[in-house]
């Protein structure tokens, strides 16, 4: 009977939402203050007011956020230089506290239930940060041996929070982590590029050829990691490849 399963449905997600409220308490995932019900994104207003949407002016290509004043839309040097191999970078926020430590506790800590607070986030955006769902969605691989100690790929998880009405097109095993490279962070720029030469590898180069992708990690830092993954898919025939970031550094 449609009516009783409805209400079934209803009561069901009704015993979920409790269950979800019992298990994971609304407080703020920054400082722990409680939160009413069902606040999305879970941060009280304070810390809420701290984290920097990239709310523009933005280079087109990508997505560096200029300084206010520096006038109207136009490309960063580096993007006129051709460095990059995709066609636009987009990012929810910029990497500074206090959503540093939320990434980080949901990264190293497996605190995951920030992952409806990143997609609320995300809609918070202005429309020139919003990237159009494409027509594949591929997570940057972390190397086989950091996937078994870490348990998850915090960026298979942001990409299913990003396009939850697209998951069927997220693809993990196209591209490979097949080197377990230093860790970025401690590496300047050309030590960077050097380190992730080669680290990446594409599966079968024919369902990349031609399509709309985008890529999605977690920090943008100096784009090295995705520039190198945007780098082999060109190679292989992608249409276009874009880049969706939780968090990219301040400039
Ligand atoms: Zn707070
Ligand atoms: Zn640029």
């Not at 962070?185 to 590029?193: I, N």
Request: glycine share 6%; net charge positive; with cysteine.
């Amino acid at each position: 009977m449609p009516i009783r399963n409805s209400r079934l449905n209803q009561l069901c997600k009704a015993l979920r939402t409790a269950f979800t409220e019992l298990l994971f308490p609304s407080t703020c995932l920054n400082c722990r203050l409680a939160l009413p019900p069902g606040t999305l994104p879970m941060f009280c207003p304070e810390c809420l007011g701290q984290i920097e949407l990239v709310n523009g002016p933005l280079c087109p290509g990508c997505g560096r956020q200029f300084p206010k004043a520096a006038g109207g839309v136009h490309f960063c040097g580096l993007c006129l230089s051709g460095h990059y191999h995709f066609d636009q970078a987009r990012a929810v926020a910029i990497y500074s506290e206090p959503f540093a430590q939320v990434i980080h506790r949901f990264k190293y800590q497996g605190k995951t239930h920030a992952l409806a607070s990143f997609r609320a986030l995300l809609e918070m955006l202005p429309p020139e940060s919003v990237i159009e769902p494409p027509e594949l969605i591929l997570p940057v691989p972390l190397h086989d041996r950091k996937l078994r100690q870490r348990g998850f790929n915090q960026a298979v998880l942001l990409a299913s929070a990003f396009f939850p009405q697209a998951r069927r097109l997220i693809r993990t095993d196209l591209l490979r982590r097949a080197i377990n490279t230093e860790p970025q962070t401690s590496l300047s720029g050309k030590a960077r590029r050097l380190n992730l030469k080669n680290a990446f590898t594409l599966r079968d180069p024919e369902l990349v050829r031609g399509k709309r992708i985008v890529l999605v990690d977690d920090v943008f830092t100096t784009g090295t990691t995705v520039n190198e993954c945007a780098r082999i898919l060109k190679k292989a025939g992608a249409l276009r490849v874009e880049v969706l970031t939780l968090a990219r550094v301040r400039e």
